[in-house]
């Protein structure tokens, strides 16, 4: 059985930082390219970054770029994202996913066959 269990979220003031992670069970980790999405109340779940199993390529949402890092440790399982100089349009329930490497695209939601509960990220102003 797939397990994803993000930890990490919380309360910070912009400007903070957080550290996201998502730690995998069921999963062999090199098989499967990771993504972060994000969902803030009343919009649709969009992309954020995502990190594939092969020369450790990544991608990351224009809104994102030069201030969130995506990273993994593989003799973990877990996946990380690194939150910097965050802004309250960063609040939204983050998620972290897998797909196949085989197929799909980093930034379609419909890629991703597995996914964890959610992580609630709040930027107050």
């Known amino acids: 059985q797939v397990q994803l269990v993000e930890s990490g979220g919380g309360l910070v003031q912009a400007g903070g930082s957080l550290r996201l992670s998502c730690a995998a069970s069921?999963?062999?980790?090199?098989?499967?390219?990771r993504g972060w999405f994000r969902q803030a109340p009343g919009k649709e779940r969009e992309f954020v970054a995502a990190i594939r199993w092969i020369g450790d390529g990544t991608n990351y949402a224009d809104s994102v770029k030069g201030r969130f890092t995506i990273s993994r440790d593989n003799a973990k399982n877990t996946l990380y994202l690194q939150m910097n100089s965050l802004k309250p349009e960063d609040t939204a329930v983050y998620y972290c996913a897998a797909r196949s490497s085989y197929s799909g695209s980093d930034f379609n939601t419909r890629s991703y066959a597995y996914w964890g509960q959610g992580t609630q990220v709040t930027v107050s102003s």
């Open positions: 069921g999963l062999r980790f090199s098989y499967y390219n």
